[in-house]
């Protein structure tokens, strides 16, 4: 197997993988936020939270760098 072949394969799973993580991550948006009412304290991120969201960006640059060098190889 080439690159050229591995290369789609990692975009796909890499945006699948990014859907998923970021679908994990909720901020607490209620319906009052919606109306001008947010009510949300802003804390920073500890445990899994910021593991999660640590993962989404990883995961982000593998698929930006995978689109760039299919884009180049291509």
Request: no cysteine; proline share 1%.
């Amino acid at each position: 197997m080439n690159l050229g072949e591995i290369l789609p394969n990692v975009t796909v799973i890499s945006a699948a993988l990014m859907v998923l993580l970021i679908l994990l991550q909720s901020r607490g948006a209620t319906l009052g936020a919606g109306f001008g009412a947010s009510g949300e304290l802003f804390t920073t991120r500890r445990g899994i939270e910021k593991n999660l969201y640590d993962t989404t960006i990883v995961v982000a640059v593998v698929f930006v760098l995978s689109i760039v060098v299919n884009l180049i190889l291509g």
